[in-house]
């Protein structure tokens, strides 16, 4: 293009990102709206829907000097949107953005790809490209006002009659299809991007809820009660032998004395929201970021009480659970000494006798693990624990067979177990002298490639079972003061992370006002 007026970039940047960066939207209508005499034009209707929409926010900002960076930033984003909608079936909403921004590199690495790199190239920089070089035509500015508010009320207008001509279907789109919107690119993910952004800004000047100032440890003996909390990761309850799956992904936790909870369900699907909810006090209908990150925690509230709190972290960070207690990054080589292409979860247990042996104090130590953290479940273990072949070895999961992934997935798993069973071991080193105990509860689950989806991170009401349904076990050592087979008849019940708060208070006979019994799995 020799030259463009500003109109004209408008509209064909827009043309552009409707079709070619809004297949994954596309696709999902046709699921809904097949393709027939009597839906064509609704659909077709919905296209130039968004082009309008983006033409109108793409108006909004047409000033002379930024429109050009906006324009090569939203095919940039869209780019990288479209690709991970189409690879993975997953869409950009507040709790995905909350994922990303606290993701780290190395997990960023885990999802790069050549055919990512296309997708940026060909939708993105080749595009941008082509809009840098190209020479804008600027007029008057009254020429150029006039021009801009009569492209807002022609397109305006145009939605409207859209609106008015199809109400009938859009009805029904907005009111029993509004996971359909969520695939508008890039439109969706901006929204929830600034609506994410200002969330962030809002939220700086609120105070901190101190809960659980009144908490105070009651002792029943001298024992001393050390107990290990272990954080899993992607860890879907229909993947554990322990619940009849028929690959064998539990052999040594099979032979433990521990209690499943097959019942267990998370609080979130992404680790940005789950593992801040599982140890507030709110359970998952109340909770919201902004509640979760200015409330005392449950570590908080024991280490108030007294107990001695130790946070090691194998995946990206506490996510603000930890903020307040002793924090170990076990992620590189300089505190964690089993690393090979990436850092085990076993070594969190190195030194851990020395820190027990530091202090008499009662301590909670929780071991945050990257166990099947996706989509490159082949690094998430050592070679020897490949015992399910074949294996998917790359993030290209739609490249690889459901029984790859699922290989894959299975030997991480196996790790787990592996890590499980040394935990237990650890432990037992203690019987005699202490009370101990180890909780193992995922922060959610994990899509295989069911129904064309990956990974995790759909909207809760909209996930599907598999990212919602954990995996969860306690095991007590020999002394520790519980009924466990009460424990064992009610743990077949439907449990949620909403039962972690009042189940760790109750571990350590913390009385405070908010403890609630109820919600204790333990009290029950």
């Not at 040594?252 to 499943?260: C, F, S, V």
């Amino acid at each position: 293009m020799k030259t463009a007026t500003i109109t004209v970039l408008i509209i064909l940047t827009s043309i552009f990102i409707v079709l070619f960066d809004n297949f994954s939207f596309f696709q999902h209508v046709l699921e809904v709206y097949p393709f027939n005499l009597a839906n064509s034009a609704f659909i077709l209707s919905l296209g130039v829907l968004l082009y309008a929409l983006i033409v109108i926010l793409l108006t909004l900002v047409s000033s002379r000097y930024i429109l050009k960076p906006i324009i090569i930033i939203s095919l940039i984003l869209a780019a990288f949107i479209a690709y991970f909608m189409q690879s993975y079936n997953i869409v950009i909403d507040k709790t995905m953005i909350a994922n990303i921004l606290q993701t780290d590199i190395n997990e960023s690495g885990d999802l790069i790809s050549f055919k990512l790199l296309i997708y940026v190239v060909f939708l993105g920089l080749l595009p941008s490209y082509i809009v840098y070089k190209t020479p804008l035509i600027y007029r008057s500015f009254k020429t150029e006002l006039f021009s801009r508010i009569k492209l807002f009320i022609i397109h305006l207008l145009l939605i409207l009659v859209i609106l008015f001509s199809f109400s009938k279907f859009y009805a029904s789109f907005f009111r029993e299809h509004r996971i359909l919107r969520l695939y508008t690119n890039p439109v969706t993910a901006v929204y929830n991007l600034v609506s994410y952004s200002y969330g962030q800004f809002k939220d700086k000047n609120i105070p901190m809820k101190k809960i659980g100032l009144d908490a105070r440890e009651i002792k029943k003996d001298n024992k001393r009660k050390i107990v290990i909390m272990v954080v899993g990761e992607a860890a879907r309850s229909d993947h554990f032998s322990l619940n009849g799956y028929k690959k064998k992904t539990n052999p040594l936790l099979e032979k433990e004395q521990i209690i499943n909870f097959p019942q267990m369900y998370s609080c979130g699907t992404a680790t940005a929201i789950s593992v801040p909810c599982m140890f507030s006090m709110y359970n998952r209908v109340d909770y919201d970021s902004s509640k979760g990150h200015h409330t005392y925690s449950v570590l908080d509230v024991l280490s108030h009480a007294g107990i001695q709190i130790l946070w090691r972290d194998n995946n990206s960070d506490s996510k603000g659970v930890a903020l307040r207690v002793s924090h170990e990054n076990y992620k590189s080589p300089k505190l964690n000494t089993v690393c090979d292409t990436e850092c085990r979860d076993i070594g969190m247990l190195k030194g851990l006798k020395k820190v027990i042996s530091k202090s008499n104090k009662d301590i909670l130590i929780v071991l945050h693990q990257m166990g099947n953290h996706g989509p490159e479940y082949f690094k998430r273990y050592p070679k020897r624990f490949e015992k399910f072949t074949p294996v998917c070895k790359t993030n290209q999961l739609e490249e690889c067979t459901k029984e790859e992934i699922n290989n894959a997935y299975d030997n991480a798993l196996l790790y787990t177990d592996y890590f499980l069973a040394h935990v237990i071991d650890f432990l037992k080193t203690y019987d005699k002298t202490a009370q101990t105990a180890m909780i193992y509860m995922a922060d959610h689950g994990e899509s295989l490639g069911e129904n064309g989806i990956y990974l995790h991170g759909l909207p809760y009401f909209i996930a599907p079972e598999a990212q919602k349904h954990i995996g969860s076990i306690i095991w007590f050592g020999e002394n520790f003061p519980t009924d466990r087979e009460k424990i064992k008849k009610l743990s077949k019940q439907k449990y949620s992370q909403d039962n972690l708060f009042s189940t760790l208070l109750g571990v350590f006979n913390v009385q405070t006002k908010v403890y609630k019994k109820k919600m204790d799995i333990l009290a029950q």
